[in-house]
């Protein structure tokens, strides 16, 4: 069975050391792992997160984060080495906590959360663009690979970022980086506004796919949006799909006038119950579509 897995956004951003009584509470309503976002220097000590992960019983995949400064895509060298000085960065954070992945928009041109709209590319731009993102993740990929750690690449929507927004652009990306260290992460958040189908996405992906993120069309928690659950869990199946799957319901109950959903916001109730519901609803989603009559 996957192993699923609850960010760690869902209770703090920035999560810190005083935050890592969370853990247990977390393996108590059901999670195997926690995804956590690759903390800036000082922010987190990755030996003691790791420790702390241990003795609660989880494990840990890494999401990354980056922006214009450390941009694989940018057209400027200084950014782009940055890029690749970050990921770097990212899969050694990753190893002394005890991860093996580390997931993200990793090829960079972040736009709406970077303030920067997107706009017209000339074919000459574009593939300028692609080569970039090729080498700086060669790059960092071999550094990935003696360190033990896979980085997989995230498309995300149309409005945050314009260089990777479907599974198709990133299975090009793929086999032109063709690097055993680099692989493939798919948000149902994203593929939600971008795909024909959910469920054909992931099988393109196949055996490309290292960790999926299980999230309804709002972002709500799994089963009160639109995802046909059943449709992507036989996907992940046909796939032999038993990588870490991980949970980002962090939509909060808040529809008043002018709440800005695209920004995160701490909780404001215990949501334990809904949480641990929602780690059963794709457990007992995996279980039952398992068998096919």
Known sequence: MNPIGLISMQYARP???EHFPLFARMKALGY???????PEPGELDPRQTGQALRDAGLD???AARVNLQRNLCS???TARSAGVDYLRYAADTAAQMGATIVGGPLTGNPLVFAGRAPAPVGEEERLARKERAVSGLRSAGEHARAAGITLAVEPLNRFE???LSTTHQAMELL????HPSIA???DTFHMHMEEASIAEAIRLAGTRLVHFQANENHRGFPGTGMTDWVDVCRALHEIGYTGP???EPFRRNDDRFGVPFAQWRAPHEDESDRLGAAAAFIRTHLTLTEYRR
């Open 32 to 38: 195997d792992f926690v995804e956590l976002l690759v």
């Open 245 to 247: 799957i991980s949970l």
């Open 75 to 77: 057209e400027d060298a």
């Open 175 to 178: 086999d032109a980086v063709d």
């Open 15 to 17: 999560f810190t050391a």
């Open 161 to 163: 970022s314009d260089v």
């Open 60 to 62: 840990v995949v890494l």
């Open 184 to 186: 493939l992460m798919l």
